[in-house]
């Protein structure tokens, strides 16, 4: 993953590592100390996942703008990443960065049954099933408003209700985060603050603290 932000022109990774913190569990830690307003990382911003992109895919777009009503920023950018990783050319940096994702992970959404019942009782069984549910119930709206609607681009056996929740997981349940950076830039943005969606390959949350500046967590 660290070679494919290099070359795709994201630069600061060298002052930055992973580092798995007592109180707040995994994260990036500063090799240095930065000062409030200076630049931490830079991420060129064709290589964001974004629900602009999305809609400006000559293929995809049409069809999630023809939804009603429209989806989601959630279910929009699942759909266009299960989109690339199923098309048949082409998007050749995005699916290098698809590729470079887990096949699976452990999250509790996708114990077995057993697996899960053995949990019976506690917070984690009782968030896990309405997590499982809120899947579903995503899953089947998302083939009444546009898979089932335009089943050339979608084909069911690349988009199954497993495929949709393995990209929810990697976009918000373990490895994803919204925030706002103060001192982050991407380059062709502007303003440099907003809001800006992460789609990482390891379960982790970041936080720019510059009170603090030696610690990312």
């Keep these: 993953m660290e070679s494919w932000l290099k070359h795709s022109g994201v630069s600061g990774l060298d002052d ?71 098309y048949g050319s082409g998007y050749d940096g995005l699916r290098s960065h698809v590729e470079a994702l887990p096949a699976s992970y452990t999250s509790s959404v996708f114990f077995t049954e057993a697996e899960l019942e053995v949990c019976a009782g506690t917070n984690l069984y009782t968030t896990t099933k309405q997590l499982s549910r809120q899947f579903e119930d995503d899953y089947r709206e998302l083939v009444v408003r546009l898979f089932g609607q335009h089943q050339e681009l979608f084909p069911r056996d690349k988009f199954t209700i497993e495929d949709v929740g393995i990209t929810n997981s990697e976009r918000c349940c373990e490895s994803a985060t919204d925030t706002c950076f103060p001192s982050f830039s991407t380059s062709g943005l502007s303003p440099p603050c907003g809001v800006v969606r992460w789609i990482l390959s390891f379960p982790m949350e970041i936080r720019f603290d510059f009170w603090r500046p030696s610690r990312i967590w």
Excluded: M, Q
């Excluded at 994260?27 to 400006?56: D, M, Q």
């Design 16 to 86: 930055l590592e992973l580092a798995d913190f007592s109180d707040t569990g995994r994260g990036v830690r500063t090799l240095g100390r930065f000062e409030e307003g200076e630049k931490i990382l830079t991420i060129p911003h064709g290589v964001l996942w974004t629900v602009e992109h999305a809609y400006a895919d000559p293929f995809l777009g049409p069809a999630l703008l023809s939804a009603r009503p429209p989806l989601s920023v959630d279910d929009t950018l699942a759909t266009y990443i299960l989109f690339v990783r199923s």
